[in-house]
């Protein structure tokens, strides 16, 4: 049967493939495709991991005390039954078999199938077996781990195989967090479905890097759609079509094809000069997450990187901070990987929806239970562990002898956090001269994202060399909507007469002042507002390297000095998304 859900558009296209529904707990778990060759190695993996498991079950059981409770060991019968029902070993070995799904992936997928079953069960006792599923699924999962660890054959061992012939497959899951969106960045998903998130939470973000089309906050997918159904995305209305009819699928598979005509032509551009009617030069950087990014961001056609987002170095490491030899290796890839082009890099961004997993059980706390995002996170994290940040700066600052490099601050809202910036800057350098390591000529930059900052920016202006304003958080924090939050998203307004004012002003002060000014937030990606940030003065923009072509675009076709005209005219709408509308398409027509 075929139906729809509705959720929020994030990144922008059409992706028809197979559902793979990932159940948030074990959204770390390895998925990779087996050769034809390794299907029956593969499946001995799983045959040996619920063997040993078998074992220790049976082994609790014989241990079990003369006093233990009934109860307990007829609930180790239950779990031993349920590991060697065929529903489960031997079910997972169809996916081995027929879709190559390694063994994680295979018993992931069919756990999810069974798991469906059980919640449809009329009877109470039988449904809560689920649970105890669940605990046995766990347990093979993390034997299979084991064994891994040990130097079973795992993903690095398996060889690398054509995958033209197969299904394209999408990724459901109720949330995925930014860590795990970086180990499916590389993988073979073609589109993410989540039950929650909003159109700039991390997630979002990711998507749109990985230029795959998504559909957020959708709130149902992960329990209505199920484990291998036919779905369509369509990152441009929010939809997503479960089971489709034929008419419909070829309908969206001619969408597709005109989408791919479309990023061809806007492909020619990347060597263009972003150059304006009237001779504005302006320059369109690249948002990356790691310093792989950089070849994407090249190909794009970026004059540099106005934003390398440092937190992802940190996470995905089981609870370990990367060293300073560690990251300064990243950083000088990616600085070498630009050719002389300038590099912002910003202090680790952790907290709210990126937690790391060496949390304190404190830090947990707050992330968990108090608000999040107004919590220890972003530049109040690093200034409250100057062990790390020192080691953070130290290696930026190694990176700038192979490079421009720009050091960039995250939520800064108090005078006194760049004071105490500084002064950690002068003691790593000073301790760079002692060891007799090179380094260059670093610019300060902090960002715009809380109203606060905004507000004062006269005052840290007199400090800096360079904003950069995160519109994600500014919009976030002025208008007090959680972006995460798909109950609020409706709320979440660029538009806003307040966000815009403080964006104005914040372009018009830092250029008075002669200093630096980028938007590297969402909004410098989406065409619909390229001209409002031109007429604003706007000469940097930073996005993913997918959104470079289509606000180059615009660029090219706009004329700064009829654009300026109606900002004042926009400002003072009570309405401003429907006057910048208006507003600005007469000026283009003139």
Known sequence: MSFQVFGIPVSRGVAIGRAVLVASSRVDVAHYFVAAAEVETEFARLLKARDAV???????????????PHELDALLDVHLLLLNDEALVDAARQWIQERHYNAEWALSAQLEVLARQFDEMEDEYLRERKADLEQVVERVLSALAHAQDKG????????????????????????????????????VFQGFITDIGGKTSHTAIVARSMDIPAVVGTREASRLIRQDDWVIIDGDAGTVIVNPSPIVL???????????????????LRHTPAITLDGQRIELHANIELPGDT??????????????????????????????????????????AMRGMPVTIRT????????????S??????????????????IRWSLAEPSMFRQQLRAIYRASAFGHVKLLLPMVAHLSEIRQVQEAIRRVKQQL???????????????????????????????????????????????????????????????????????????????????????????????LFTDLLLGMGLNCFSMHPSQIPSVKQRVLRADTQRLAAAIPKILESEEPGRTALEVLAQQRLH
């Open 433 to 527: 001269d002692d060891a007799g390591q090179a380094y260059g000529l670093v610019e300060l930059g902090v960002m715009v994202e809380v109203p606060a900052a905004a507000l004062m920016l006269p005052l840290l202006l007199r400090h800096v060399d360079f904003i950069s304003i995160g519109t994600n958080d500014l919009i976030q924090y002025t208008l007090a909507i959680d972006r995460a939050d798909e109950a609020v998203a409706h709320l979440y307004d660029p538009w806003h007469p307040a966000v815009l004012h403080l964006l104005a002003s914040s372009i018009s002060q830092a250029r008075a002042a002669g200093k630096g000014v980028s938007v590297c937030g969402e909004m410098a990606g989406d065409a």
């Open 250 to 268: 070829e309908e969206y598979r001619f969408r597709q094809r005109q989408s791919e005509l479309e990023r061809a032509r806007l492909a020619r």
């Open 348 to 359: 680790v961004d952790v907290g709210a929806d990126k937690p790391l997993d060496r949390m």
């Open 295 to 336: 070849g994407p961001a090249l190909e794009a056609g970026a004059t540099g990187v106005g934003l390398f987002r440092s937190e992802f170095l940190f996470m995905n490491r089981n609870g370990e901070l990367p060293s300073e030899d560690e990251q300064f290796e990243a950083y000088r890839a990616a600085v070498e």
């Open 54 to 68: 078998t074992q220790e079950l049976q082994d609790l059981k014989t241990d079990l005390p003369p006093d233990a």
């Open 152 to 187: 079973a054959p795992g993903a690095a061992a398996v060889v690398a195989r054509d995958f033209a012939g197969e299904d394209p497959l999408l990724l459901v899951a109720a949330d995925i967090a930014p860590a795990d969106m970086i180990q499916f960045k590389r993988s």
């Open 361 to 378: 059980v404190n830090e947990l706390r707050h992330e968990h239970v108090l608000n999040p995002s107004m919590g220890l996170r972003a």
